[in-house]
């Protein structure tokens, strides 16, 4: 899996000071031009408290963060033509970039480990630039897996 630091996206770190005012974390951004119009896509989270678990985003949550981002990516694209998504990043997430794994710290998740070609499953601990450490399900010893061993990772739904 590879790691790509989420301030490289472009337009990342102008719309994160936007959703982090609003209590949420922004997990994805994409924005893609095609001919004169823009298509914007970002999925946003509410940040994993001790006390509260994993929060749920409602469609409440996404309109707030679109009527904030929107006028702000009209200014800084200077276009009138863009077309918006605001998610939530889903019970079942598939992890696309190892960034984001430091986001999700205290979510379970499953990772397929190229190492004993099998799914693994525990509780994120800590994520650098090169490496996660997962408290594992069901044992609770800690693992370490360096980013290029993992071939694909989803969060798992624990609220269910």
């Keep these: 899996m590879e790691y790509t630091a989420l301030e490289n996206t472009q337009y990342y770190s102008e719309a994160k000071t936007l959703v982090e005012g609003l209590g949420y974390i922004l997990i994805e951004l994409q924005v893609v031009r095609s001919h004169s119009a823009v298509q914007i896509r970002t999925a946003i989270s509410k940040p994993v408290s001790d006390t509260d678990g994993f929060q749920s985003i409602g469609v409440n949550d996404c309109a707030k963060v679109h009527r904030l981002l929107l006028p702000r990516f009209e200014a800084l694209l200077n276009s009138q033509d863009i077309y918006m998504e605001v998610t939530s990043p889903g019970m079942n997430r598939n992890i696309k970039n190892a960034a984001e794994f430091a986001l999700f ?25 090169d490496s996660l450490t997962v408290t594992l399900s069901g044992s609770g010893e ?19």
């Design 105 to 129: 710290k205290g979510r379970t998740v499953r990772v397929w480990d190229k190492d004993i070609s099998d799914w693994v499953t525990g509780t994120i601990e800590t994520a650098s630039s």
């Design 142 to 160: 800690t693992k370490i897996f360096a980013y290029e061993h993992i071939a694909k990772a989803k969060l798992v739904d624990t609220e269910g």
